[in-house]
């Protein structure tokens, strides 16, 4: 059974930081890439991160550049987010992606959101 689960989200300050993890298992983890996601209210679900099977290459959302980092551990089937410098509209539920894609064959999981509230 597949499973992606979230956690490390809750309520911070402005300015504020948290870590995000992503626990997998069902399938082969470093076979694929992971990203996250979020969607806040009213809005559609945007990339926040995303990080190569190997750790090697990452990928960031503009307004995330500099402020958050996505890493992996291979060995513990978790990717992480590092978010730093949280500002009001990073309010969002954040969800972990998980996907691989052969040749036309895209397999892609979801974990089920981990809230995350910046707020005074």
């Known amino acids: 059974q597949v499973q992606l689960v979230e956690s490390g989200g809750g309520l911070v300050q402005p300015g504020g930081s948290l870590r995000l993890s992503c626990a997998a298992s069902?399938?082969?983890?470093?076979?694929?890439?992971m990203s996250w996601y979020r969607q806040a209210p009213g809005k559609e679900r945007e990339l926040v991160a995303g990080?190569?099977?190997?750790?090697?290459?990452?990928k960031y959302a503009d307004s995330m550049k500099g402020r958050f980092t996505i890493s992996r551990d291979n060995a513990k089937n978790t990717v992480y987010l590092q978010m730093n410098g949280l500002k009001p509209e990073d309010t969002a539920v954040y969800y972990c992606n998980a996907l691989r894609v052969v040749d036309t064959n895209r397999v892609a999981y979801w974990g089920q959101g981990t809230q995350v509230t910046v707020s005074s």
């Open positions: 990080i190569s099977t190997t750790g090697g290459s990452t």
């Open positions: 069902g399938f082969i983890f470093s076979s694929y890439a």
